[in-house]
């Protein structure tokens, strides 16, 4: 049931708030958080270790995402002094 919550939440988080970068990166983590819960919740209750196993690569990638999300971040306020979502869509390379 509280996995479901955090779930719900971080969907609310990320549809309602689109111009914050570092509340959508919260959203995000908070959106895995919970996938992780239903993860070991499931695993415990039918009495397999597969979804321990999983959450493992899940914090993995939660990890990456994080860095490469803040490193984003960084970047852009660098540039332009802001950290809202639309100044993404003018980044050149």
Same mark, same amino acid.
């Given at each position: 049931?509280?996995?479901?919550?955090?779930?719900?939440?971080?969907?609310?988080?990320?549809?309602?708030?689109?111009?914050?970068?570092?509340?959508?990166?919260? $959203?995000?983590?908070?959106?895995?958080?919970?996938?992780?819960?239903?993860?070991?919740?499931?695993?415990?209750?039918?009495?397999?270790?597969?979804?321990?196993?999983?959450?493992?690569?899940?914090?993995?990638?939660? $990890?990456?995402? $994080?860095?490469?999300?803040?490193?984003?971040?960084?970047?852009?306020?660098?540039?332009?002094?802001?950290?809202?979502?639309?100044?993404?869509?003018?980044?050149?390379?």
């Amino acid at each position: 049931v509280l996995s479901g919550i955090l779930f719900a939440l971080s969907v609310i988080g990320i549809f309602l708030n689109r111009k914050n970068i570092v509340i959508l990166l919260m $959203a995000i983590e908070l959106l895995l958080l919970s996938a992780n819960m239903n993860f070991v919740a499931f695993s415990h209750y039918l009495g397999n270790m597969s979804g321990q196993v999983f959450v493992f690569f899940i914090l993995t990638v939660a $990890a990456a995402e $994080a860095s490469i999300g803040l490193a984003i971040l960084i970047i852009v306020f660098r540039n332009r002094q802001s950290i809202n979502v639309e100044d993404l869509g003018s980044l050149r390379g």
